[in-house]
T-cell receptor, first 114, second 113 residues
C-alpha cells in the first residue's frame, strides 16, 4: 500500500483558500487518491476522490499532477466549520482489487481562525 | 436513520470482560470494516470483510475477533478486554467499484478499566 505524507497541521483564516498537499511517491497504477474529513468524535466523511488531473465537487477540488506522486486538496473560502482533520489516502478501490482497504495516517489538522 | 449504525455509543467495561460492538448498515454494501482510533492518532484497521463469507485481518487484529452475520451486520468482539483497548471504534462500509466512498458510523467510545 502506498504510504502518504502530509503536514501535521495548518492554520488559516475565514474566507481564505486552503491547499493541503499530500505526497505518495510509491503510488501504484491501480491506486486512487481519496480525501476524508473528520470532526472530533465523529467518523471520517468522504470529501473527494480522483485518479489524475483535476476533480471538483461542491465541497473541494483535487489536483493531481501527471506523475501522481502528490496531490493537493483545495478548500475554497474556508469557514470556522471547516476546522477538522483531513486525511489523504491512497488505495485500489476497484472490485477484486486486493488492496481495497484504506489505511489512514495521522492526517492534517486544519485550524480556521475568525 | 443513519446509513451505518453502531451500538453502543459509549461503553465502560472491566478488564477481562468479553464485549461485543455491533454495526449495521442500510447502504446495501458488501464491504464492511472495523477501525480503532486513539487520541491524536489516525484510524487503524482491525478487520474487514468483502462479503458474508469473507473475513480478513487488518493492521491490528490481535485481541479482537469479528463476525459477519449478514450483509448488513458486522460485529467486533473483544474476548478479554484490556485497558490499552480503550479507544474510539468505527465501523465503515464501502460499495467497491460503483460507490467507492467509505461511509462511517458515529463510533463507539470504549473504556476498559
Amino acid at each position: 500500500l502506498a504510504k502518504t505524507t502530509q503536514p501535521i497541521s495548518m492554520d488559516s483564516y475565514e474566507g481564505q483558500e486552503v491547499n493541503i498537499t499530500c505526497s505518495h511517491n510509491n503510488i501504484a497504477t491501480n491506486d486512487y487518491i481519496t480525501w476524508y474529513q473528520q470532526f472530533p468524535s465523529q467518523g471520517p466523511r468522504f470529501i473527494i476522490q480522483g485518479y489524475k488531473t483535476k476533480v471538483t465537487n461542491e465541497v473541494a477540488s483535487l489536483f493531481i499532477p501527471a506523475d501522481r506522486k502528490s496531490s493537493t486538496l483545495s478548500l475554497p473560502r474556508v469557514s470556522l466549520s471547516d476546522t477538522a482533520v483531513y486525511y489523504c489516502l491512497v488505495g485500489d478501490i476497484g472490485y477484486g482489487g486486493a488492496t481495497n482497504k484504506l489505511i489512514f495516517g495521522t492526517g492534517t489538522l486544519l485550524a480556521v481562525q475568525p | 436513520d443513519a446509513d451505518v449504525t453502531q451500538t453502543p455509543r459509549n461503553r465502560i467495561t472491566k478488564t477481562g470482560k468479553r464485549i461485543m460492538l455491533e454495526c449495521s448498515q442500510t447502504k446495501g454494501h458488501d464491504r464492511m470494516y472495523w477501525y480503532r482510533q486513539d487520541p491524536g492518532l489516525g484510524l487503524r484497521l482491525i478487520y474487514y470483510s468483502f462479503d458474508v463469507k469473507d473475513i480478513n485481518k487488518g493492521e491490528i487484529s490481535d485481541g479482537y475477533s469479528v463476525s459477519r452475520q449478514a450483509q448488513a451486520k458486522f460485529s467486533l468482539s473483544l474476548e478479554s478486554a484490556i485497558p490499552n483497548q480503550t479507544a474510539l471504534y468505527f465501523c465503515a462500509t464501502s460499495g467497491g467499484w460503483e460507490d467507492y466512498g467509505y461511509t462511517f458510523g458515529s463510533g463507539t467510545r470504549l473504556t476498559v478499566v
